[in-house]
């Protein structure tokens, strides 16, 4: 499941070579501001951080910082800026004095997350968009499933959307999951293959050893391809109900959106997903791109990124794809 809104992709070929020079650089340097470990061992706030990476939004990430810090929860913040040009770190510093600020050189997409994990060395991380929080108490109760259940890896939560919290389709798609509530280390809720990227509550160990979202993506449909590596590395990824993200989403259009999501989801073919299926899709959106200018571009995306996923494919263990057969049956 991909998020609406986020960092715009860059141009160039840093996006799926992993940007190592500057993941090295940003380790060496740390976040700005403050990095205190709360008022006790084993608080919340010890245990318990929410990460934003962000492009050139200042305005609304200035209203979620707002709605972050008012939680009862208090959780570390830690924005990770995809390299803006708009003054969005000179007003984190300015007028969040208790917000981490990680500066990134370049716009790493979806790779700021694994970063601002990094960095942040929380147990547990919720990720939030400019243009998304968590509701009072949705935090507390996610630390509370990972607490019980040791092997969830991921809380996928449900997402309210806009100033009238009307519930996101999402919602009722993973609720519907076929994959079943996890028998006996069931976490109260049924187990996952997708989820929305900022709507997400995962285990830092988990998610590190899973190796976080793919660089080869950049951004786009990131979220599937995550939720795969952490079944296959054994961990669960459930949907909870009582855990509630807030999403409001600017009501912009997004040209390319479309073909970028159509892109990633044929490099996670060939990245995790039998030959058959790989070569299958690449074929039908192949015929797709002579009418279609959607698939085309998808296609045309593709092709440079072809070798690196071939390299780098890892397909996954028979008993995770039988259940990303499941659930596309059942869609």
């Known amino acids: ?13 840093q996006e799926f070579q992993g940007s190592r020079k500057a993941q090295e650089s940003q380790e060496a340097q740390g976040p700005q501001g403050p990095q205190e470990q709360g008022p006790a061992s084993g608080s919340l706030r010890d245990r318990l951080g929410v990460v934003i990476a962000t492009r050139d939004r200042r305005e609304s990430l200035a209203h979620t910082l707002e709605r972050l810090r008012a939680l009862p929860e208090q959780p570390r913040i830690l924005v990770a800026d995809n390299a803006s040009g708009d003054g969005t770190p000179e007003m984190v510093l300015r007028s969040f004095p208790g917000v981490e600020l990680l500066r990134l050189p370049v716009n790493r997409g979806a790779l ?21 929080w968590w509701e009072p108490g949705s935090l507390s109760a996610a630390a509370r499933v990972l607490d019980a259940h040791p092997g969830v890896g991921l809380i996928a939560a449900n997402i309210t959307v806009g100033s009238g919290g009307a519930p996101d389709p999402l919602n009722s798609v993973l609720a519907n999951s076929p994959l079943g509530d996890g028998g006996p280390d069931a976490a109260g809720g049924r187990d996952v293959l997708g989820f929305l990227g900022c709507a997400a509550v995962v285990r830092r160990q988990a998610y590190l050893a899973a190796g976080g979202y793919h660089p080869l993506l950049f951004f786009g449909a990131e979220e599937t391809l995550l939720a795969y590596d952490l079944r296959a590395a054994g ?4 949907h909870r109900p009582d855990v509630l993200a ?16 159509h892109r990633n989801e044929l490099l996670i073919a060939w990245l995790r997903r039998p030959l058959r299926v790989a070569l299958a899709r690449t074929a039908a959106s192949c015929a797709a791109a002579v009418r279609d200018g959607g698939a085309r571009r998808a296609v045309r995306g593709l092709l440079p990124r072809l070798p690196a996923a071939v390299r780098l494919r890892r397909p996954l263990p028979p008993a995770v794809e039988a259940a990303a057969r499941r659930v596309e049956a059942a869609s």
């Open 1 to 13: 499941m991909q998020p609406a809104q986020g960092p715009q992709e860059s141009q160039g070929p």
């Open 112 to 132: 700021a997350r694994n970063d601002g994990v990094r960095a942040l060395r929380t147990e547990y991380v919720a990720f939030s968009d400019d243009d998304s």
């Open 235 to 238: 961990w669960r990824v459930v």
């Open 246 to 261: 807030r999403h409001a989403p600017a009501d912009t259009p997004r040209p390319g959106r479309a073909a970028l999501v």
